[in-house]
Every structure is written in structure tokens, then in C-alpha cells.
């Protein structure tokens, strides 16, 4: 049984000042190694015994991964922005109004401030709250180690719970979300037993339109499956479409294939059960909001 109050293992602690430091610390691949960034999912695992790294690396001194910025046609986020300070850059975006709302409902004003997107990430939970409109919007990650850099899809980096494609000498740079393209919009819900709890399920839909066509529909859904799911069945069902009828046969049918595709189980948040049956009308809420919020800008 451990306290939930402190750390019982010893390790030792660093805390960089740049990326030279850091990456000097991270090529030494010897010693069972824990980055942190906020410490928000890390410290009370490591209180909780889930976690006893040997050596404890804080990235937040580290001012080169702390920005959130435009660079041309992309959002790029580096891996130390807090979740507070992303919230506030998307905010008069009204295309990512998913993004805005998936990173916002992560918890309450303190763990805003402190947690950070490349955490969130890395943490690799299933009911991650910024990771579906990340997803659903086809964001990447640049890694980097000392000597190389290299991209990947967020839907290849994330492997399973607590798994993530992330080799030892590496460390997430920053995060890459493309812009989206006129006639988007998009839409986050998400369900929880009490306010800013972890999630019974969350999701993330992205339409694209252009008059009464639908010309894409995305849609990823975290707390049903090992990792959060990019879904392929609503955009083969609406893809292409005319949408006449919200409340149509070619909608419910769409809904009824987001519930079909998650693979959720039973744990103590919710039951696989429920969750396939509201995933179907969280779709169809959320589809109709990203709908009439594309229209805007549809051409």
C-alpha cells in the first residue's frame, strides 16, 4: 500500500535548462528514465507506486519546447505549452473549436496551469481529452534526439495504455496540427460522472462541407478502446453524401457504425454497454453541431 501524499522511492532529480542538457541526460539510456513536464499524471503515479523511475527529468526550465504559435498552414505546439495557454490560442479560431474544447476539459484551472500537451500525450491514456481533436484533425508529432528529428502520425505514436512510440533517447519537440481548410467545423463532447473527471467517453468529429455535400467526416472517440480510435465507418457512410436530413436514415446509420466500431470494456467509470449506446447519439449531436458550425465557411 502506498501513500498517496508522497514519493516512496528514491531516485535522483534534474532539471535542465536547455535542450542541450536535456538531450545530454536523455542519451544515456542506462538508467530507467522518467521525463516530466508538468507532473501531473506522473507524480501521483509515482505515488501511487505505478511508476519508480531511477533518475526524474523535469523538461520545464527547457524554454525551447514552450511556445504555441502559427507556422505557415500549421498549429504547432511545443511540448512544454501548458493546456491553459493552447485553450487561449484557440479560442477566436472557430474552426478548432474541437481542439479548443478537448483541451479545455482536461481539469480544473490548476491542472491547466500546470500540465502540458506533450504529458498529456505521452501519458498514452485511453480517455485523454485533447487527443480526439487531435486526431480527428490529423495532428503529427516531431521527435527529436540529439542527432536526429524525425515526424509522426499522433494515431502511430500512440500504441496502446501507457505505450507510446517514443524511443528512450528521444523526446516529443513539438506538436503539428494542420490548419484546418474552409467549410470545417467541428465539435468535442464528452461524458464524466462528475465535473473535470476522466472520462466515460469522449469524441471528436470534424466535417468538412461544401453546400449541403459532405465531403469528410472524422471522428475519434477516447475511454472505448486501448488507445483513443480514429474511426473509418461514419466518413464511408457520409463521405461524399448530400446531407438533407439531420435527423435522416444516412445520420443514424453513421451513428449506429461509431457504436459497432469501438471496442470498449467494463471498469469502474462506466460499462461497455453504455458506452456503445450513447456512442451513437453523442455522434449524432455532435455531427449536427460541426454541421451547422462548417456552414460559415462552406463554400
Known sequence: MHNSRILTNEFEFFQPADLSELFDL??????????????????????????SPQRLISTMKVKELDFVTLEGNYITIGATAKLKAIAAF?????????????????????????????????TASPAADPVPPMLAMD???TLQSRNSQRDIALKD?????????????????????????????????????????????????????????CQSCKVAVGSCGPTTLLLSGPDKILGGKEITDLEGELIREAGAS?????????????????????????????????????????L
Open 26 to 51: 536523455v542519451s544515456d539510456t542506462g538508467v530507467e528514465t522518467q521525463l516530466m513536464a508538468g507532473g501531473t499524471d506522473v507524480l501521483p503515479q509515482m505515488k501511487e507506486g505505478r511508476k
Open 90 to 122: 484557440c479560442k477566436d479560431i472557430p474552426s478548432v473549436d474541437a481542439l479548443y474544447d478537448g483541451v479545455s476539459a482536461v481539469g480544473k484551472i490548476q491542472i491547466l496551469n500546470m500540465a502540458t500537451i506533450a504529458g498529456n500525450i505521452c
Open 139 to 141: 495532428a503529427s508529432l
Open 157 to 213: 505514436f500512440l500504441l496502446g495504455p501507457g505505450r507510446t512510440a517514443l524511443r528512450p533517447e528521444e523526446i516529443v519537440y513539438k506538436v503539428n496540427i494542420p490548419m484546418p481548410q474552409s467549410g470545417t467545423g467541428s465539435e468535442f463532447k464528452k461524458l464524466e460522472r462528475v465535473s473535470a473527471d476522466i472520462a466515460k467517453i469522449n469524441m471528436a468529429v470534424v466535417v468538412i462541407r461544401k453546400g449541403n455535400i
Open 258 to 298: 461509431v457504436s459497432d466500431e469501438i471496442t470498449p470494456i467494463d471498469d469502474i467509470r462506466s460499462s461497455a454497454e453504455y458506452r456503445r449506446k450513447v456512442a451513437s447519439v453523442i455522434f449524432m449531436d455532435s455531427f449536427k453541431v460541426a454541421w451547422a458550425r462548417a456552414e460559415g465557411e462552406a
